[in-house]
């Protein structure tokens, strides 16, 4: 229910930035001409696309991922408020608001002004608050590993036919590799994130933006990919039990060293090139 109220909200912003496209669905666009002829403006509609194409996949895989977990966390019954389960509500309700603002925030400056000129917005696109948001969703993602695999119990764990669980409080090596492992992909998708964020500025040229864009994208798509680095960040403790509804064992089978590599180099090539071009941009 929650993520349909953000699936309308991107659909509403989308159909603006199509009907700014279509001149109000009456012409087929020819990006190639207006490349050539202006290509300022082209690159504006490029880079809002391609923030309203973030907003989507990160929408759509945060389902994904939400509608299969099998974390010990998520899968428990909400039976009281001062509880693990209540404190995930909490947070799928923030992240849920997140997508929201991701999705309203597709470039209302060129919104505006395409109703007079579609073109009067060429220095009205930026990618510092889509960075924010990212951002803070990853925030949120650190949050969620921590308490739904972390600190929730696993009732599903057995030693000799009884029932345990290997959250210890009295031992803080056992939860400090728990959550280094449960947390790496979120901290490394925070970390390039903010990466993007510090060198994003509220005015930047449309090329600029579109590259910052990309990197984001970029970030997102490998964050399911790095959630394979988990069975090899657990062989660095000898004593790591992992939680039994983990499906991510050693050794890697060849899908996911191909995912894993291929996400990784794109998304460190993204980054790369983004920052490049905003470095050309503050020297020019």
Known sequence: MLFALVVAEWATQASVLLELVTNQWSTIPNPFQELANR??????ILACFSQAFLSL??????????????????????????????????????????YFALANNIESELEKAGAVNRYAACN??????????????????????LIADVLSKDPNERTN????????????????????????????????????????DDSMSPHTA?????ALIAIVIAFRPLKELEPLASSLFSDFVPRSESRRRLPLSFEAKAKLTCATGLCIAAIAAFVVV???????
């Open 57 to 98: 996949y990160l929408v759509s895989m945060s389902w994904v991922i939400w509608s299969r977990s099998n974390a010990a966390g998520h899968n428990q019954a909400i039976d009281k408020l001062f509880s693990w389960p209540f404190a995930l509500l909490l947070l799928e309700v923030l992240l849920v608001t997140l």
């Open 161 to 200: 036919g009884l029932r345990t669980d290997h959250l210890d409080w009295s031992n803080a090596r056992n939860l400090l590799s728990r959550a280094f492992v449960y947390c790496l992909a979120s901290v490394i998708c925070f970390l390039l994130s903010l990466l993007v964020f510090w060198h994003s």
């Open 39 to 44: 290509p300022t403006p082209s690159l504006v």
């Open 278 to 284: 905003s470095k050309q941009t503050c020297f020019q």
């Open 124 to 145: 009205a696109v930026s990618s510092r608050p889509e960075a924010l948001i990212v951002v803070l969703v990853f925030v949120v993602y650190i949050l969620w590993d």
């Open 210 to 214: 579109l590259a910052g864009d990309i």
